[in-house]
DNA sequence: GCTGCAAACGTAACCGATAACGATTGCAAC
DNA sequence: GTTGCAATCGTTATCGGTTACGTTTGCAGC
């Protein structure tokens, strides 16, 4: 064991054992070349000094790592779920994750972060990278999947069907009888964001409904980019039955301020949100929501990005998955019904 | 920006600033004895390139990285909300995190996991790190506080009060009238499974009920080990009134399990559990608890850490941190009173 | 004009490991 | 007793940076 001072590298090994570097390596690595004799004084002498090999070292020489990294610019409830379905199925995989969280960008969407995590870990630390929600194009020597990506991507990516998902939550409200709907939108860099808006416009043009632009609210995803805008369409004096926030962070929110307003939901107003999260079954009422397993997402990604490295990958460069509509009792027919 | 080809390194900086990569290596690092015209040349270079340094080669050169390493053998949805704590503590800190999981132990409890990740990233890639739930004691040549210690740890460590939480769940079940309360145990090996089962003794001892052995059963805190252990204690002809699980896992498959016997909760049985995971809240009937928050361990470890990475540290060794009961459904006074 | 000194920059060793290559050894075949 | 070959092992260059140290340059002071 490593008694607390300095680590025990290969050389403190090789002295111990009486060999050089180059020996405790092949033992380490299982090359061929060595007697069985020496093998064991160099096992003896790593179990005994405790010995474990340096990543950093080993990574920087080479080429191969077999660890892959993942980079995210904040950890949400739903990061857990993602690291969830690609650890299960990188488990036995022989490939190990390493995630990166830079402190300066945390939280703040500094256009780019991905690209300056993404250059420091690849070509060394990591064989390939999964980016989740990019800000923008990502470049990179080793493969890279992306989750979510930016509008306009062309790299390898996995997304859940954002198109379909907007369209069931606006056909469910309309199948409710709400007429007057309105949507406020994310992040529009984020092809996520722009698909769920079109999910939108597409499912009341169908019904030949005209999309009135006055009801289309610009928000960024954050709950507090919802509040102001909300609250901006509840006190038009031709107030919108319903409300479909693009993801359920705005969408709670909207809740919120629906109660502040003296509201009764689903009475007076019907809210929907996107992507189920888990504190979106909590509320009061639960909140009808567009189900996307960040699970699946995740394992997805992994699979991909094992292929990727592998170069052994034959399905297609973006793959989309499939959504759920969960109706909850934020939605109902409008009252003047 | 590199162009998908190998990644661009420091000489390549050189070689197009026409300086040496150690001039280039103080114009990165700010260091003094650069004249401003070169500084303007390498920044230039730096630009057109593309280039960002190597954590990796930085990492094995220099004894400090200013990376922080996060060592865990599994994500359950409580683990983003330590990474949460730890990341909004980090944040601006000037600290980054590297969070590794390895595939081959990955949700396994093969003993020592955490020692072996620890030795591959201390020392070259981390200045200190946080454990989650180890299974044993570890060393290590830099700072390290545990998150969930094992028993019997003496490293640095924040950890919510067990006792205390246990103890408030059994005299919640005393005071709704039960006499007959089980308990379902957890890994022993942890320091939280062993307070929480004296915090179960204590309880009961203080209201001058003998402790019975024959209802204590023991678990793992995986709900796989529960699911015996419930049926066989509801199989029981003196059946107990109420269980206490030693976490909210355990618990919920102990619902599961009393359902299927069809056993009404809580007016055959009571059930209680620990931890207060998302999931509790929304199992039908919800379920009482013992929140511990999660995000608050992660916040504290990581202001531990950095404070003993700084060696400015002046607190305790060991962190406590107050928990509080939950009280939903799952919990009722016994029917037969 | 020479000395002295500091600023500016390059050279090379080094961090811990890997791998190509060369050197040594043992042993069978001649 | 050589020779030849394979097995075994050490030497050394290298990965991408950092830094101690040495060298060059510019300029003030005598």
Do not use: C
């Not at 939280?107 to 990591?126: D, K, P």
């Not at 998902?165 to 994310?186: N, Y």
């Not at 509040?227 to 004096?237: E, G, I, S, T, W």
């Amino acid at each position: 064991m490593a008694e607390g001072g300095a680590p025990v590298t290969m050389s403190d090994v090789a002295r111990s054992a009486g060999v050089s570097t180059a020996t405790v390596s092949r033992v380490v690595n299982g090359r061929y070349g060595v007697s069985a004799r020496t093998i064991a004084q160099v096992r003896s002498a790593i179990e005994q000094l405790g010995y474990e090999s340096s990543l950093v070292a080993t990574s920087l020489r080479r080429s191969r790592t077999n660890v892959l990294g993942l980079v995210t610019h904040s950890f949400q409830s739903y990061t857990a779920e993602v690291l969830k379905g690609v650890m299960d199925e990188l488990s036995q995989s022989g490939f190990d994750l390493i995630i990166y969280a830079n402190s300066d960008l945390y939280g703040s969407y500094s256009e780019g972060w991905e690209q300056r995590h993404l250059a420091r870990l690849a070509g060394t630390l990591t064989d390939g990278s999964i980016v989740v929600t990019p800000s923008g194009e990502v470049r990179s020597g080793t493969p890279v999947v992306v989750i979510d990506p930016a509008m306009g991507s062309t790299a390898p990516s996995v997304t859940a069907d954002n198109l379909a998902g907007a369209t069931a939550v606006v056909e469910h409200l309309l199948d409710l009888g709400h007429r007057r709907i309105a949507f406020i939108a994310g992040r529009s860099s984020l092809a996520s964001a722009v698909a769920r808006e079109e999910g939108y416009r597409r499912a009341l043009t169908d019904a030949g409904i005209p999309v009135d632009p006055e009801l289309i609210a610009r928000g960024d995803f954050t709950p507090e980019s919802a509040a102001p805008l909300a609250r901006a369409l509840l006190d038009r004096a031709d107030r919108p039955t319903a409300i479909f926030a693009a993801n359920d962070g705005m969408a709670l929110k909207t809740l919120e301020v629906a109660r502040d307003l003296g509201l009764d939901v689903p009475g007076d107003l019907s809210v929907a949100g996107f992507d189920n999260i888990p504190d979106s079954a909590l509320a009061e009422p639960g909140l009808t929501t567009v189900d996307q397993s960040m699970y699946l997402l995740g394992n997805e990604a992994a699979r991909m990005l094992k292929s990727l490295v592998r170069g052994d990958w034959e399905g297609p460069g973006q793959i989309v998955l499939p959504t759920r509509l969960v109706v909850r009792g934020s939605t109902a027919a409008p009252r003047s019904l």
